[in-house]
């Protein structure tokens, strides 16, 4: 099987060319062309002619997207829009990779995949502008939804936390938000179980939730540090963008396709610890 991957020097993607060593894949990095570029994101992918492309390039700066929206939209809105129509012209199914902040964190409960869609952030609103072009452009897509994303080879929650431990006695943490923590090793496992099966709309994330402060204590637990950790309001924590209160991900497509649902989010936590150090 012959794959591309956009976005390949990325957290995800370093990860899926880890794990996806049974096909021949392509990596792609804005090295080799332009996503925004319409003209040179057909022509390269029309001369590499993958069977499933995996588009996992993004801007995911979500405060940066929220000072500077245009960027968000040129990259998750029209970068999407130009790799589904290179997609759409040589027949190739595309995995679009999206976030839980579509969603506007409302509800009490998990969201589904068929949930309605509201995000209240500039970088929420460019990716589901992607899932739109997605969607209106190709007929054979999977939509992955991933939340918290955490991975050996790029900016995250956990890297940045324990370095604030070992600077500061105190660290201040959100209490008021909560979702599922996921490891980028493991949402490129099951995307690799997934891509053959039935396309559509897919949440993928760890199982179970926490909060922020949840998060940061378990990391702490883990690491043996005993900074005290001291958890916050989001109204205190000011920030460009707003976070949604609630975005866990039911991971329900996949327990209908009959694909493993991932582990907990604390053992995930706990093995790219050991792998880190």
Same mark, same amino acid.
């Given at each position: 099987?012959?794959?591309?991957? =956009?976005?390949?020097?990325?957290?995800?993607?370093?990860?899926?060319?880890?794990?996806? =060593?049974? *096909?021949?894949?392509?990596?792609? !990095?804005?090295?080799?062309?332009?996503?925004?570029?319409?003209?040179?994101?057909?022509?390269?992918?029309?001369?590499?002619?993958?069977? +499933?492309?995996?588009? $996992?390039?993004? /801007?995911?700066?979500?405060?940066?997207?929220?000072?500077?929206?245009?960027?968000?939209?040129? %990259?998750?809105?029209?970068? =999407?829009?130009? %790799? $589904?129509?290179?997609?759409?012209?040589?027949?190739?199914?595309?995995? +679009?990779?999206?976030?839980?902040?579509?969603?506007?964190?409302?509800?009490?409960?998990? /969201?589904? &995949?068929?949930?309605?869609?509201?995000?209240?952030?500039?970088?929420?609103?460019?990716?589901?502008?992607?899932?739109?072009?997605?969607?209106?452009?190709?007929?054979?897509? /999977?939509? %992955?939804? =991933?939340?918290?994303?955490?991975?050996?080879?790029?900016?995250?929650?956990?890297?940045?936390?324990?370095?604030?431990?070992?600077?500061?006695?105190? *660290?201040?943490?959100?209490?008021?938000?909560?979702?599922?923590?996921?490891?980028? +090793?493991?949402? $490129? %496992?099951?995307?690799?179980?997934?891509?053959?099966?039935?396309?559509?709309?897919?949440?993928?994330?760890?199982?179970?939730?926490?909060? #922020? +402060?949840?998060?940061?204590?378990?990391? $702490?637990?883990?690491?043996?540090?005993?900074?005290?950790?001291?958890?916050?309001?989001?109204?205190?924590?000011?920030?460009?963008?707003?976070?949604?209160?609630?975005? *866990?991900?039911?991971?329900?497509?996949?327990?209908? &396709?009959?694909?493993?649902?991932?582990?907990? #989010?604390?053992?995930?936590?706990?093995? /790219?610890?050991?792998?880190? !150090?």
């Amino acid at each position: 099987m012959r794959i591309a991957l =956009t976005g390949s020097d990325g957290m995800l993607g370093s990860d899926i060319t880890k794990v996806f =060593t049974d *096909v021949e894949l392509i990596t792609l !990095t804005l090295r080799d062309f332009d996503i925004t570029d319409l003209d040179k994101t057909k022509k390269n992918i029309k001369e590499i002619k993958p069977e +499933y492309l995996i588009h $996992a390039a993004a /801007y995911t700066d979500v405060d940066g997207s929220e000072n500077n929206p245009d960027k968000a939209f040129l %990259v998750n809105g029209i970068g =999407t829009r130009n %790799v $589904a129509i290179a997609c759409q012209d040589i027949n190739c199914p595309i995995v +679009y990779i999206s976030t839980d902040y579509v969603f506007d964190g409302k509800k009490k409960e998990p /969201y589904n &995949e068929w949930d309605i869609s509201n995000p209240i952030n500039k970088y929420g609103l460019s990716k589901l502008i992607g899932e739109n072009f997605v969607t209106s452009l190709t007929n054979r897509f /999977y939509i %992955v939804r =991933t939340s918290w994303l955490y991975g050996k080879n790029g900016k995250n929650f956990v890297d940045t936390i324990l370095r604030l431990m070992s600077e500061r006695k105190e *660290v201040e943490v959100v209490d008021d938000q909560k979702g599922s923590p996921t490891y980028t +090793y493991d949402l $490129a %496992v099951t995307l690799r179980e997934l891509i053959g099966k039935g396309f559509g709309i897919y949440h993928i994330s760890n199982t179970s939730q926490c909060s #922020w +402060y949840e998060f940061a204590l378990e990391i $702490a637990k883990l690491k043996g540090m005993n900074t005290n950790i001291k958890p916050i309001t989001s109204n205190k924590f000011k920030r460009p963008a707003k976070r949604p209160f609630f975005s *866990v991900l039911n991971n329900t497509m996949l327990r209908l &396709e009959g694909i493993k649902g991932l582990r907990h #989010w604390k053992e995930a936590l706990k093995e /790219y610890l050991e792998q880190s !150090t």
